[in-house]
């Protein structure tokens, strides 16, 4: 079984950075797909980024592939989601998720997920 958890949320300021963290237990890195979603009050949780099992391809929410980068570290077995530029738009929980293979952009189809750390971006 694996487990994740995400780190590295908080309060910024907008055009302000942050980078969340993603840690894998339990199994290798190298065994998953691994993506990023992000909820914001009220709103369906939706598809930021992801990696393909092997890492040798990124997947990203077209909104937001200038913006926002995805990155691993096997050694570290850890993943993690470079934000810049961020927007008051961009507050949101967002999650860490798993899967044997990339499942596209429709969270429902992974299997593990992180509890999520917060971001807010205030105006």
């Known amino acids: 079984q694996v487990q994740l958890v995400e780190s590295g949320g908080g309060l910024v300021q907008a055009g302000g950075s942050l980078r969340l963290s993603c840690e894998v237990s339990?199994?290798?890195?190298?065994?998953?797909?691994m993506g990023w979603f992000r909820q914001a009050p009220g709103k369906e949780r939706e598809f930021v980024a992801a990696?393909?099992?092997?890492?040798?391809?990124?997947y990203y929410a077209d909104s937001l592939k200038t913006r926002f980068t995805i990155s691993r570290d096997n050694a570290k077995n850890t993943v993690y989601l470079q934000m810049n530029s961020l927007e008051p738009d961009d507050t949101a929980v967002y999650y860490c998720?798993?899967?044997?293979?990339?499942?596209?952009?429709?969270?429902?189809?992974?299997?593990?997920w992180g509890q999520g750390t917060q971001v807010t971006v205030s105006s």
């Open positions: 998720a798993a899967d044997r293979y990339y499942r596209g952009i429709i969270y429902t189809q992974y299997n593990y």
């Open positions: 339990g199994r290798p890195l190298s065994s998953y797909a």
């Open positions: 990696f393909s099992r092997s890492g040798g391809t990124t």
